[in-house]
Nanobody, 129 residues
Framework: EVQLVESGGGLVQAGGSLTLSCTAS????????IGWYRQVGRRREVVSMI???????WYGDFSRGRFTISSDHGKRTAYLLMNNLEPEDTAIYYC???????????????????????RGQGTQVTVSP
């Protein structure tokens, strides 16, 4: 059974920083794209992902330049460093994974359309003005 355990998140003032962590088990880490999407109400959007192809790191327009994703394969853990946070970043952040489906879709494309094989429990990020 694939499990994703998240940590990090919390309350921070605008301009501050937070780091999210996500540790995976029950899967071959190298075979999955791993990253985060966030949700506000019913709206979901992809924040960032890594291990999505050769030297692949993907960022949404709103996260590029402010957020940095990294991973430690030995620890099966991904990290998301979020700098210069804005009130608009307030959301529940979910860690998720997606693998390749040969003949159907790559892990990268599945992640981008929010098609995941597993997700974490979610962590609240709140940015005050």
């Amino acid at each position: 059974e694939v499990q994703l355990v998240e940590s990090g998140g919390g309350l921070v003032q605008a301009g501050g920083s937070l780091t999210l962590s996500c540790t995976a088990s029950g899967l071959t880490f190298e075979d999955y794209a791993i990253g985060w999407y966030r949700q506000v109400g019913r709206r979901r959007e992809v924040v960032s992902m890594i291990n999505c192809g050769d030297n692949c790191r993907w960022y949404g327009d709103f996260s590029r330049g402010r957020f940095t994703i990294s991973s430690d394969h030995g620890k099966r853990t991904a990290y998301l460093l979020m700098n210069n946070l804005e009130p608009e970043d307030t959301a529940i952040y979910y860690c998720a994974v997606a693998n390749d489906r040969p003949g159907y879709a790559s892990r990268r494309n599945r992640f981008l359309v929010l098609e995941y094989d597993a997700r974490g429990q979610g962590t609240q990020v709140t940015v005050s003005p």
